[in-house]
Every structure is written in structure tokens, then in C-alpha cells.
């Protein structure tokens, strides 16, 4: 039974940081690619950062910069440092695993997905 648990989210102040983390069980998180994703409510969910098995990355345009994805296999656990938030970060945070052999942001090539954390960047 795989399961992908997020935590992390909260509230913080613009040109804050935090830091998801993404604690997987049932699946090892260097099986496939994974990516982080988010949604606000009335909007489709989209990707935001995704890691291939041989560490490459992808970002949408919109991170530029600010958010790096990463993980730790010997904790089994996908990451997303977030720095220099904006209030349009604001949104629930998923994390996902991809389906075998694909790498991008396409929220339909992704086969397990987590429950989500709040992220929520406002004075």
C-alpha cells in the first residue's frame, strides 16, 4: 500500500521560507520521478517542481528560481525548500509519483498522490 504524506505547510510572511517534506511508504521515492504540484481552490492543479531518479529537475516558469526540490533516500522522503514566498504561493501543496519512465509536470502522468499541506503567505 503506498502512501505519500506531506507536512511542512503554514503560515508565513512574504519573503519567508519553508520547507515540504514528502515521507513515503509502500514505495521508494528513487522507483520513478516525483514532483510537487499545488492548487488553490476554483483552479486546476498545477506542477510546480519535479526530480528524476538521476537527480534532474524541471520548475515551472513561476518558481524562478526561488523553490528547490530534492530527496533523501536513506529517509525515503521528497523535499521542496521554498524561499522568497510570495502571496500567490498560496495554496495546497501535493506531492506525487510519477507514472514509469516520465519526467515533467503533467499532473495526469502521475500515479500516487499525497493529501496535501496548506501553504499560506500573507502579513
Known amino acids: 500500500h503506498v502512501q505519500l504524506v506531506e507536512s511542512g505547510g503554514g503560515l508565513v510572511q512574504p519573503g519567508g521560507s519553508l520547507t515540504l517534506s514528502c515521507a513515503a511508504s509502500?514505495?521508494?521515492?528513487?522507483?520513478?520521478?516525483m514532483g510537487w504540484f499545488r492548487q488553490t481552490p476554483g483552479r486546476e492543479r498545477e506542477g510546480v517542481a519535479a526530480?528524476?531518479?538521476?537527480?534532474?529537475?524541471t520548475y515551472a516558469d513561476f518558481v524562478q528560481g526561488r523553490f528547490t526540490i530534492s530527496k533523501d533516500l536513506a529517509k525515503n522522503t521528497l523535499y521542496l525548500q521554498m524561499n522568497s514566498l510570495k502571496p500567490e504561493d498560496t495554496a495546497m501543496y501535493y506531492c506525487?509519483?510519477?507514472?514509469?519512465?516520465?519526467?515533467?509536470?503533467?499532473?495526469?502522468?502521475?500515479?500516487?498522490w499525497g493529501q496535501g499541506t496548506q501553504v499560506t503567505v500573507s502579513s
Open positions: 506525487a509519483a510519477a507514472n514509469w519512465g516520465y519526467f515533467g509536470l503533467h499532473t495526469r502522468e502521475y500515479r500516487y
Open positions: 526530480l528524476d531518479i538521476d537527480g534532474i529537475t
Open positions: 509502500g514505495y521508494a521515492v528513487n522507483s520513478d520521478s
